[in-house]
């Protein structure tokens, strides 16, 4: 977040002011001054550039928005892995190919009942017959093969499923932690735009009103656009619990 790159360049001046061991009475009253605008002015600029912003970069605090960054990123490379692992298209392959078994153990069963009826009086009609057998128990190893292939690729992607659905559940509870804190921020202002002055002091009245005024706009605006966010973050949810359970049942079938 670009105010935080600021911040940190303001918490070093204030180190190296107060590290010094003669602090001129200017140091003090700039340190003061600094300090003032790091508590304050910079907190509402970073709810005003949040409230520019969708998605992750709408996180006006620091720690949230490092933490949905980094999930963020994990979602990212989740998603990505599961390229190639359609979860509708792997069970209708699992189907398929169960269809295809039951056919050839129905075509095994006749060719043995064949053979077994066999009167041997003809050799070419007898190797006829156990070549046809012999061609249908190959062909079944070989998709029994297929199966045990697609089994394994249906339970890793079961796993990548499982994988990316833990970290969307994790994003979840950041964005209740967002919204908690921007209530929070609601109800007490001051880490944002300072304590409320005495009504004497009409300038700085003046300039509180309108600080508060700016900060509940921001947040307005970014509570919006996390529920906007959120809605299409709970439909991808959905629709990747109900791929998972889809992986499920193609590792089920028999």
Request: charged share 30%.
């Amino acid at each position: 977040m670009k105010n935080l790159s600021i911040t940190r360049s303001m918490n070093g001046i204030l180190l190296v002011l107060l590290k010094t061991e003669k602090r001129s009475a200017y140091g003090l009253l700039l340190l003061f001054f600094m300090a003032s605008f790091v508590a304050q002015s910079q907190n509402l600029t970073a709810f005003m550039n949040a409230s520019k912003k969708e998605g992750v970069n709408s996180i006006p605090y620091d720690d949230l928005f490092e933490q949905a960054g980094d999930l963020q990123g994990d979602k990212n490379a989740a998603h990505k892995a599961l390229e190639g692992y359609s979860a509708s298209g792997l069970k209708t392959s699992k189907v398929n190919l169960l269809r295809i078994k039951k056919e050839m153990q129905e075509d095994r069963e006749e060719a043995e009942k064949k053979l077994a009826a066999d009167d041997k009086k003809s050799s070419s009609v007898t190797n006829n017959l156990k070549s046809t057998l012999a061609k249908v128990i190959d062909e079944q190893k070989k998709l029994e093969g297929e199966i045990t292939t697609l089994n394994a690729k249906i339970s890793d992607g079961l796993e990548k499923r499982v994988a990316i659905n833990l970290i969307r559940a994790e994003i979840t509870k950041v964005y209740a932690k967002v919204d908690d804190k921007l209530d929070a921020s609601l109800s007490n202002p001051t880490p944002h735009i300072g304590a409320k002055p005495s009504a004497s002091d009409v300038a700085a009245t003046k300039k509180y009103n309108a600080d508060l005024t700016a900060l509940k706009g921001y947040i307005s605006t970014i509570k919006s656009k996390n529920e906007k966010g959120f809605e299409s973050h709970k439909t991808e949810i959905a629709d990747s619990l109900a791929a998972e359970n889809t992986l499920r049942e193609a590792l089920a079938l028999h």
